[in-house]
């Protein structure tokens, strides 16, 4: 499970501003998604939560892409001094950075325009920015699994992970390559302002709303071949059935497999285990309930599927890291202010 806290949201008029470092060499599938997550979410007045700008690293103008085209950037390093979270993705040009594991000069003196607190985030083999910036010292970290061992090497000093989608640190974190930087963004969003605004962000960007930063980054099989049988089937069938008990049978059973076939069958398509997702699923239902029901903390656990309260409570702590109780309080006040009008951003 992903290292989460969950932050007391504060009421401003200004959105929280994300600022996008444009690397020479940037990959753009991997430079658009702050934009399109952070850019599409809004509260229930319809006011943008996050103002998101671009920053390249000497001064405005173009950047290179891997592409055959290159990209115009509005703002130069200091406006990364007005960031509330900055953002690195990855980049096929870093140099001294990937090769030797240190800064260029341009690019520290571009880092030291950012404010201590803000909050940092690497997507993909921008992790090798924010590592040689000393940023991820005694923390864990990811990057995109092919460059792992390569990452380790360079900074062992730093306990990699290849194998999760991403790790929130706190005030930084990093996510592994290409569509892992989705699931990260979607995951500030969640702990900036819950899981409503979230899935709201998700549907419009048609892509799952929740994938555990924990889950495998190399999945053996996404797509199952057409001559086995998925266990698709049953993962749509527990998704409907979360608050009944449900076993492994019962799951195998709807897949019409063997208990012993489905799990591995299930590790290979999804990345954890049967018992691991079907603990993330609830406390997802569990964050949905806690945001837009008045049910107690008995009705959530179980409509969530967890039985009691106190399961719940060891569960949702442990993936969120707050109480139930405390989620509800934050989140509760802050759709209360929103539902007025208001705009709210989460402390950075």
């Known amino acids: 499970m992903p290292r989460t806290r969950t932050r007391t ?30 850019g599409r979410a809004r509260d229930a007045a319809g006011e943008l939560l996050y103002e998101v700008v671009t920053c390249a690293v000497r001064e405005p103008g173009r950047v290179r892409t891997d592409a055959d085209y290159e ?46 607190g803000t909050r940092m985030v690497s997507i ?84 799952p ?6 889950q495998a980054q190399y999945i053996e099989r996404p797509l199952p071949e057409p001559t086995l049988a998925s266990t698709a089937r049953a993962r749509a069938w527990a998704l409907d059935h979360l608050g009944e008990p449900l076993t492994l049978r019962a799951l195998a059973d709807r897949a019409s497999l063997s208990v012993r076939t489905f799990t591995r069958r299930f590790r290979e398509e999804v990345g ?30 179980r409509q969530a599927g967890f039985g009691t309260a106190q399961s719940l409570r060891q569960h949702f702590h442990a993936a969120v890291g707050v109480t139930p109780t405390a989620y509800r309080r934050t989140f509760r006040t802050f759709r209360t202010f929103r539902a007025g009008g208001g705009a709210v951003v989460g402390t950075p």
């Open 209 to 214: 709303p929740h994938r555990d930063g924990g």
């Open 272 to 301: 954890v285990s049967p018992g691991q997702w079907l603990t993330g699923q609830r406390v997802e239902r569990a964050r949905q309930l806690l945001e837009t029901s008045d049910g107690s903390i008995d009705e959530v656990a």
């Open 71 to 116: 990209i115009h950037v509005e703002h130069g390093p200091d406006a990364l001094a007005t960031a509330d979270t900055v953002i690195v993705p990855a980049s096929y040009e870093m140099g001294p950075v990937y090769e030797e594991g240190v800064l260029t000069p341009e690019l520290a003196r571009a880092l030291a325009y950012i404010r201590p």
């Open 124 to 207: 993909c083999t921008g992790s090798y920015v924010l590592a040689a910036a000393g940023l991820f010292d005694g923390r864990a970290a990811t990057t995109h699994w092919a460059d792992a061992a390569h990452f380790q090497s360079l900074f062992p000093q730093i306990e990699v992970d290849p194998n999760v989608l991403f790790i929130d640190g706190g005030d930084v974190l990093s996510s592994a390559g290409v569509a892992a930087g989705i699931d990260l963004c979607l995951h500030l969003v969640r702990r900036d302002h819950g899981a409503a605004v979230a899935n709201d962000v998700a549907r419009r960007t048609v892509v």
């Open 9 to 38: 949201q504060r009421h401003t008029p200004h959105p929280h501003r994300v600022a996008v470092l444009a690397l020479d060499g940037l990959i753009p599938f991997e430079f658009g998604i702050p934009q399109r997550i952070f």
